[in-house]
């Protein structure tokens, strides 16, 4: 589950509470747009909806989806390395209309995976423009909802997302950034063939950064 941090600006009605006030001392950054990546990452990012794997149906998220990701906020583990308040249904909100946001500004976003033999929703995975250390980078991201933990959703989602940015050619390196202490996350990030090349601070919170390079051939 590579973490996610709320930080960047987005369109929709900022969530009151601990995290989300609104106040001078939120962090905020540039908000990227195309021409801030143009260089290095072929945009916009074509869509993965529809985008399918052996178990898994990759969808767009929609606001619909707060019930059903309730669960991810209601952990404690689960959102142990993101900025949000266990049970906050407002950081259930912002975490979704971010992807919303994000799809609007660059075509990245997260989508929510479903199994296909059952349409049970199992975690989010996707592509993420990001900006790191003043360099842009596309991002493989995921969550996966605790009841769905242990079963291989979360490569097999990452591993398409690869495999889907490569074949288009969207990106000449994929990386996910991931939390010093997240071994799970880091796990899936070295079955999706990454290597850990370095740790920074992203949104004022310590990452490592994992890189997959495209082959030349």
Known sequence: MA????????????????????????????????????????????????????????????????????????????????????????????????????????????????LKATGEAVGQCGLLTQLVDGAMELEIGYHMLPAHWHQGYATEAAIACKHFAFERKLAPSLISLIDPENFASQRVALRNGMVAERTTLHRDRPAVVHRITIDPT
Not at 28 to 36: E, S
Not at 63 to 77: C, G, K, Q, T
Not at 98 to 108: H, I, K, P, V
């Open 3 to 114: 973490i996610w941090f709320p930080g960047l600006p987005f369109a929709g009605p900022r969530p009151s509470g601990p995290q989300h006030n609104g106040s001078s001392d939120w962090p905020l950054y540039p908000r990227p747009t195309l021409t801030t990546f143009a260089p290095m990452i072929k945009l916009p990012i074509p869509s993965m909806h529809g985008h399918t794997t052996e178990r898994l149906n990759f969808r767009l998220i929609t606001l619909d989806d707060v019930d059903l990701w309730m669960p991810y906020i209601n952990s404690a583990e689960a959102i142990r390395f993101m900025a949000f308040t266990q049970g906050s249904r407002a950081d259930c909100i912002f975490m979704l209309q971010r992807s919303l946001d994000r799809y609007a500004e660059s075509g990245s976003g997260l989508n929510m995976l479903e």
